[in-house]
């Protein structure tokens, strides 16, 4: 930190606490004693309970919670590997090319993903490629939207990385595909599991666009969250939050944990 003085420091830590507790903090614990609550008439809960986390224990909420974690690895590779790929393409581009590349993948960011969702259902509700009713659209509706998080991630480190690795092994006569795997890939390990962690936390947390698309047979947490709520059943849908919020952050300890060793490598 740049502030020399210890009270300036005790101020900023004071400031940064007070903006912090109530708009990141706050609303997580509220949700995390909603979860255990019984009712909630004053201003605290009243009736502690774990009623509704015996309640996904046993119905089929780790259904949907192992579908979103299928859906999200699911996209999360493909969007891992198509923006992978478009960035080492674009870094070969000239600009004018390249600026039409990046504009191609922001548009779904750019958009609503309620707009996703319902071009991929009229895209996709025809042969020769009907898809409308399948789980594979559901990945392919994430797949989208979190690519364009991939591939920015992936050419912000390409920008970054030192061209004189790829050049002294094509002097030492490597060949280009041997400079790619045993260079350029194990140099871009820590971006490509940082991308890869962001691309599934934003997968497990899409709504709207899978709102539009999941067959009865493949519902995703968050839409069982959202059918919770909208029936009144707030206390269930707080403890099926939870559960999705812990899920995403035990995934994202581990990809973190990678992508220390892949960095210290």
């Not at 995390?32 to 009243?46: C, E």
């Not at 493909?78 to 922001?106: K, N, P, Q, S």
């Not at 009907?130 to 050419?155: C, E």
Request: proline letters at 6%.
């Amino acid at each position: 930190m740049l502030v020399h003085s210890a009270a300036a420091r005790r101020l900023i830590w004071a400031a940064f606490a007070l903006l912090f507790v109530p708009v990141f903090a706050l609303p997580l614990l509220v949700l995390a004693t909603a979860s255990v609550a019984g009712g909630w008439s004053g201003a605290l809960p009243s009736g502690l309970t774990l009623t509704h986390y015996q309640d996904i224990a046993q119905g089929d909420a780790l259904t949907a919670l192992l579908t979103s974690v299928l859906t999200a690895l699911a996209a999360s590779a493909l969007a891992l590997t198509v923006g992978t790929w478009a960035a080492l393409a674009a870094e070969r581009l000239g600009r004018r090319a390249r600026r039409i590349l990046d504009a191609l993948f922001l548009l779904p960011v750019a958009v609503p993903s309620v707009v996703v969702g319902l071009a991929l259902l009229v895209a996709f509700s025809r042969p020769p490629f009907l898809l409308n009713g399948t789980p594979q659209i559901v990945v392919l509706a994430h797949t989208v939207l979190v690519t364009a998080f991939a591939y920015q991630s992936v050419t912000a480190a390409l920008a970054r990385l030192d061209p004189a690795y790829e050049q002294s092994a094509a002097g030492l006569g490597a060949r280009p595909a041997y400079v790619l795997w045993r260079v350029k890939l194990p140099l871009l390990l820590p971006s490509l599991t940082a991308a890869a962690g962001l691309c599934f936390a934003l997968s497990m947390g899409e709504l709207s666009a899978t709102m539009m698309l999941y067959p009865p047979d493949w519902m995703p947490l968050p839409v069982q969250i959202f059918a919770a709520t909208d029936r009144g059943a707030l206390f269930a849908g707080a403890a099926l939050a939870v559960v999705l919020m812990a899920t995403t952050l035990l995934v994202l300890l581990g990809v973190s944990r990678l992508r220390t060793r892949a960095t210290y490598r």
